[in-house]
Protein backbone atom coordinates (compact mmCIF):
# COMPACT_ATOMS: atom_id res chain seq x y z
CA UNK A 1 0.00 0.00 0.00
CA UNK A 2 0.90 3.71 -0.37
CA UNK A 3 2.05 5.73 1.93
CA UNK A 4 -1.29 7.85 1.24
CA UNK A 5 -3.53 4.74 1.61
CA UNK A 6 -1.44 3.49 4.85
CA UNK A 7 -2.36 7.13 6.20
CA UNK A 8 -6.36 7.52 4.76
CA UNK A 9 -6.74 3.63 6.60
CA UNK A 10 -5.05 5.40 9.90
CA UNK A 11 -7.43 8.20 9.66
CA UNK A 12 -10.47 6.49 9.48
CA UNK A 13 -9.77 4.41 12.00
CA UNK A 14 -8.65 7.11 14.35
CA UNK A 15 -12.04 8.90 13.53
CA UNK A 16 -14.08 5.76 13.84
CA UNK A 17 -12.20 5.36 17.32
CA UNK A 18 -14.18 8.54 18.57
CA UNK A 19 -16.77 6.53 18.63
CA UNK A 20 -16.13 2.96 19.61
CA UNK A 21 -12.05 3.23 20.40
CA UNK A 22 -12.63 -1.27 20.60
CA UNK A 23 -14.17 -1.47 17.32
CA UNK A 24 -11.91 0.75 15.74
CA UNK A 25 -8.75 -1.46 17.74
CA UNK A 26 -10.11 -4.65 16.41
CA UNK A 27 -10.11 -3.24 13.13
CA UNK A 28 -6.70 -2.16 13.38
CA UNK A 29 -5.82 -5.66 14.67
CA UNK A 30 -7.21 -7.43 11.94
CA UNK A 31 -5.27 -5.32 9.14
CA UNK A 32 -2.65 -5.98 11.02
CA UNK A 33 -3.07 -9.81 11.10
CA UNK A 34 -4.01 -10.23 7.43
CA UNK A 35 -1.50 -10.98 4.92
CA UNK A 36 -2.25 -8.95 1.68
CA UNK A 37 0.00 -11.44 -0.30
CA UNK A 38 2.23 -14.56 0.65
CA UNK A 39 -0.31 -17.33 -1.93
CA UNK A 40 1.53 -19.15 -4.53
CA UNK A 41 1.87 -17.25 -8.05
CA UNK A 42 2.66 -20.07 -10.87
CA UNK A 43 6.28 -19.60 -11.16
CA UNK A 44 6.42 -19.79 -7.08
CA UNK A 45 4.02 -23.45 -7.25
CA UNK A 46 7.12 -24.82 -9.60
CA UNK A 47 9.40 -24.73 -6.71
CA UNK A 48 7.37 -26.70 -4.45
CA UNK A 49 6.08 -29.10 -6.71
CA UNK A 50 9.44 -30.62 -6.73
CA UNK A 51 9.08 -31.31 -3.23
CA UNK A 52 6.71 -34.18 -1.55
CA UNK A 53 3.96 -32.27 -0.24
CA UNK A 54 1.84 -33.64 2.91
CA UNK A 55 -1.22 -31.73 4.91
CA UNK A 56 -1.21 -31.66 8.59
CA UNK A 57 -3.87 -30.19 11.04
CA UNK A 58 -3.29 -27.92 13.87
CA UNK A 59 -7.09 -26.59 15.73
CA UNK A 60 -8.26 -27.73 11.93
CA UNK A 61 -6.21 -25.81 10.05
CA UNK A 62 -4.60 -27.07 7.40
CA UNK A 63 -0.76 -26.88 7.59
CA UNK A 64 0.91 -27.32 3.89
CA UNK A 65 4.36 -29.04 3.86
CA UNK A 66 7.27 -29.67 1.53
CA UNK A 67 9.63 -32.46 2.04
CA UNK A 68 13.17 -32.68 -0.35
CA UNK A 69 14.10 -36.69 0.33
CA UNK A 70 18.05 -37.13 1.68
CA UNK A 71 19.95 -38.66 4.21
CA UNK A 72 21.86 -35.92 5.86
CA UNK A 73 20.90 -33.48 8.31
CA UNK A 74 16.74 -32.78 8.99
CA UNK A 75 16.31 -28.77 8.15
CA UNK A 76 13.59 -27.60 8.63
CA UNK A 77 12.50 -23.37 6.89
CA UNK A 78 10.07 -21.06 8.56
CA UNK A 79 9.27 -18.30 5.93
CA UNK A 80 8.86 -14.77 6.82
CA UNK A 81 5.72 -12.24 6.47
CA UNK A 82 4.14 -12.52 3.12
CA UNK A 83 5.86 -15.13 1.68
CA UNK A 84 5.96 -18.97 1.38
CA UNK A 85 8.32 -21.69 1.28
CA UNK A 86 9.38 -20.12 -2.42
CA UNK A 87 11.00 -18.00 -0.88
CA UNK A 88 14.14 -20.38 0.19
CA UNK A 89 14.81 -21.31 -3.72
CA UNK A 90 18.10 -19.29 -3.59
CA UNK A 91 19.38 -21.86 -1.02
CA UNK A 92 17.32 -25.25 -1.47
CA UNK A 93 19.80 -26.24 -4.18
CA UNK A 94 23.06 -26.16 -2.10
CA UNK A 95 20.77 -27.73 0.76
CA UNK A 96 20.54 -30.55 -2.09
CA UNK A 97 23.84 -30.97 -2.84
CA UNK A 98 24.41 -31.09 0.90
CA UNK A 99 21.68 -34.12 0.47
CA UNK A 100 19.83 -32.55 3.63
CA UNK A 101 16.86 -33.77 4.56
CA UNK A 102 14.65 -30.82 4.20
CA UNK A 103 11.16 -30.03 5.15
CA UNK A 104 9.48 -26.21 4.69
CA UNK A 105 6.20 -25.53 5.83
CA UNK A 106 3.70 -22.69 5.22
CA UNK A 107 2.75 -20.09 8.01
CA UNK A 108 -1.26 -19.86 8.73
CA UNK A 109 -2.83 -17.44 5.95
CA UNK A 110 0.14 -18.06 3.72
CA UNK A 111 1.31 -20.29 0.76
CA UNK A 112 -1.05 -23.38 0.82
CA UNK A 113 -1.85 -23.27 4.47
CA UNK A 114 -5.46 -22.55 5.79
CA UNK A 115 -6.23 -19.49 7.65
CA UNK A 116 -7.39 -16.34 7.26
CA UNK A 117 -5.01 -14.57 9.73
CA UNK A 118 -2.13 -14.53 11.11
CA UNK A 119 0.15 -14.19 14.51
CA UNK A 120 3.81 -15.45 15.48
CA UNK A 121 1.95 -17.62 18.26
CA UNK A 122 -0.37 -19.64 15.76
CA UNK A 123 2.55 -20.00 13.79
CA UNK A 124 4.73 -21.27 16.42
CA UNK A 125 2.23 -23.96 16.87
CA UNK A 126 2.29 -24.90 13.30
CA UNK A 127 6.34 -25.21 13.55
CA UNK A 128 5.71 -27.70 16.58
CA UNK A 129 3.75 -29.92 14.83
CA UNK A 130 5.88 -29.93 11.77
CA UNK A 131 8.37 -30.79 14.41
CA UNK A 132 7.08 -33.58 16.31
CA UNK A 133 6.45 -35.25 12.38
CA UNK A 134 9.86 -34.85 10.63
CA UNK A 135 12.01 -34.48 14.50
CA UNK A 136 14.72 -31.47 12.39
CA UNK A 137 17.57 -31.34 13.85
CA UNK A 138 18.49 -27.68 12.49
CA UNK A 139 15.64 -24.74 12.43
CA UNK A 140 15.92 -22.27 9.79
CA UNK A 141 13.57 -18.85 10.06
CA UNK A 142 13.85 -15.87 8.14
CA UNK A 143 11.93 -12.69 9.67
CA UNK A 144 8.80 -13.50 11.67
CA UNK A 145 9.08 -16.97 11.26
CA UNK A 146 12.47 -17.09 13.03
CA UNK A 147 10.71 -15.29 15.74
CA UNK A 148 7.65 -18.34 15.96
CA UNK A 149 10.69 -20.61 15.28
CA UNK A 150 11.93 -19.01 18.73
CA UNK A 151 8.66 -18.85 20.30
CA UNK A 152 8.25 -22.44 19.32
CA UNK A 153 11.35 -23.76 21.12
CA UNK A 154 10.18 -21.88 24.07
CA UNK A 155 6.76 -23.23 24.72
CA UNK A 156 7.94 -26.81 23.26
CA UNK A 157 11.94 -27.40 24.17
CA UNK A 158 11.40 -29.00 20.92
CA UNK A 159 14.26 -31.96 21.88
CA UNK A 160 15.53 -32.99 18.32
CA UNK A 161 16.09 -29.12 17.64
CA UNK A 162 20.32 -28.78 18.45
CA UNK A 163 20.57 -25.87 16.10
CA UNK A 164 18.56 -22.73 14.95
CA UNK A 165 19.76 -20.24 12.47
CA UNK A 166 17.86 -16.40 12.42
CA UNK A 167 17.63 -14.58 9.84
CA UNK A 168 16.36 -11.17 10.45
CA UNK A 169 14.26 -12.16 13.09
CA UNK A 170 12.52 -9.55 15.07
CA UNK A 171 13.05 -9.58 19.05
CA UNK A 172 10.23 -8.71 20.48
CA UNK A 173 6.28 -8.24 19.40
CA UNK A 174 7.06 -4.96 21.06
CA UNK A 175 9.18 -3.13 18.51
CA UNK A 176 6.56 -5.01 15.94
CA UNK A 177 3.78 -3.57 16.92
CA UNK A 178 4.83 -0.18 18.35
CA UNK A 179 6.35 0.23 14.49
CA UNK A 180 2.94 -0.95 13.10
CA UNK A 181 1.47 1.85 15.25
CA UNK A 182 3.56 4.76 14.07
CA UNK A 183 2.96 3.18 10.38
CA UNK A 184 -0.63 3.79 10.58
CA UNK A 185 -0.75 6.89 12.51
CA UNK A 186 -3.09 5.61 15.01
CA UNK A 187 -4.19 7.55 18.25
CA UNK A 188 -3.86 6.82 21.72
CA UNK A 189 -7.12 5.51 21.69
CA UNK A 190 -6.34 2.74 19.15
CA UNK A 191 -2.58 2.17 20.26
CA UNK A 192 -4.04 1.07 23.80
CA UNK A 193 -6.77 -0.87 22.12
CA UNK A 194 -4.86 -3.00 20.29
CA UNK A 195 -2.35 -3.58 23.73
CA UNK A 196 -5.07 -4.24 25.81
CA UNK A 197 -6.59 -7.27 23.08
CA UNK A 198 -3.60 -8.92 22.71
CA UNK A 199 -3.75 -9.17 26.71
CA UNK A 200 -7.19 -10.54 26.30
CA UNK A 201 -6.61 -12.87 23.64
CA UNK A 202 -3.02 -14.55 24.61
CA UNK A 203 -3.07 -13.65 28.23
CA UNK A 204 0.40 -11.94 28.48
CA UNK A 205 1.05 -8.29 27.93
CA UNK A 206 2.65 -7.08 24.07
CA UNK A 207 5.87 -6.92 25.98
CA UNK A 208 5.72 -10.86 27.45
CA UNK A 209 6.86 -11.65 23.88
CA UNK A 210 10.02 -10.85 23.25
CA UNK A 211 12.26 -14.29 20.95
CA UNK A 212 15.27 -12.27 22.39
CA UNK A 213 14.13 -13.02 26.47
CA UNK A 214 12.51 -16.53 24.97
CA UNK A 215 16.01 -17.71 23.66
CA UNK A 216 17.36 -17.53 27.71
CA UNK A 217 15.74 -20.90 27.80
CA UNK A 218 16.73 -22.25 24.43
CA UNK A 219 19.38 -24.60 25.22
CA UNK A 220 20.56 -25.06 21.44
CA UNK A 221 23.74 -23.19 19.43
CA UNK A 222 22.57 -20.31 17.40
CA UNK A 223 23.36 -18.59 14.20
CA UNK A 224 22.05 -14.92 14.09
CA UNK A 225 22.26 -13.11 10.61
CA UNK A 226 21.22 -9.88 10.25
CA UNK A 227 22.39 -6.84 7.63
CA UNK A 228 23.03 -3.64 9.34
CA UNK A 229 21.11 -1.55 6.64
CA UNK A 230 17.87 -3.53 7.34
CA UNK A 231 14.88 -1.44 6.64
CA UNK A 232 12.28 -4.04 8.16
CA UNK A 233 13.82 -5.43 11.00
CA UNK A 234 16.45 -3.16 12.84
CA UNK A 235 19.97 -4.39 13.60
CA UNK A 236 19.43 -3.61 17.35
CA UNK A 237 17.25 -6.56 17.29
CA UNK A 238 20.27 -8.49 16.42
CA UNK A 239 22.16 -7.40 19.15
CA UNK A 240 19.56 -7.77 21.34
CA UNK A 241 19.82 -11.68 20.63
CA UNK A 242 23.35 -12.25 20.49
CA UNK A 243 23.24 -10.41 24.41
CA UNK A 244 20.74 -13.05 25.25
CA UNK A 245 21.28 -16.42 23.42
CA UNK A 246 23.59 -18.66 25.09
CA UNK A 247 25.76 -20.73 22.80
CA UNK A 248 24.89 -18.45 20.03
CA UNK A 249 26.77 -16.32 17.41
CA UNK A 250 26.23 -13.07 15.07
CA UNK A 251 27.37 -12.46 11.77
CA UNK A 252 26.47 -8.81 10.49
CA UNK A 253 26.12 -7.84 6.78
CA UNK A 254 26.13 -4.70 5.11
CA UNK A 255 23.63 -4.14 1.70
CA UNK A 256 22.09 -8.01 1.92
CA UNK A 257 18.59 -5.80 2.94
CA UNK A 258 16.22 -7.58 4.59
CA UNK A 259 16.17 -10.75 2.68
CA UNK A 260 19.66 -12.00 3.07
CA UNK A 261 19.32 -13.89 -0.16
CA UNK A 262 22.74 -13.74 -0.92
CA UNK A 263 24.94 -16.12 -2.27
CA UNK A 264 27.99 -15.84 -0.23
CA UNK A 265 25.53 -16.77 3.15
CA UNK A 266 24.94 -19.62 1.90
CA UNK A 267 28.05 -21.57 2.54
CA UNK A 268 28.58 -20.18 5.78
CA UNK A 269 24.88 -21.57 7.11
CA UNK A 270 26.67 -24.68 5.55
CA UNK A 271 29.06 -24.47 7.55
CA UNK A 272 27.36 -24.11 10.66
CA UNK A 273 25.17 -26.74 9.86
CA UNK A 274 27.95 -29.07 9.24
CA UNK A 275 30.12 -28.41 12.16
Do not use: C
Request: avoid cysteine; proline fraction near 3%; charge should be positive.
Amino acid sequence: MSSFVIKSIGNALNTTSLISSKYASKKALNLFASPRKGRYSEAQKRIVNSAYSEELIYNNLKIATYHWVGKNKTVLLAHGWESNTSRWDYILENLKTQNYNIIALDAPAHGRSGGKQFNAILYAEFINVVAQKFQPEVLIGHSVGGMASVFSMHNHQLPSIKKMVLLGAPAHFTGVFSRYKTMMGYNNRISNGLDSIVLERFGKPVDYFSAANFTKSINVQGLIIHDKKDRIIPYEDAQLFENRFKNSELITTTGFGHSLKDASLTPKIIEYINS
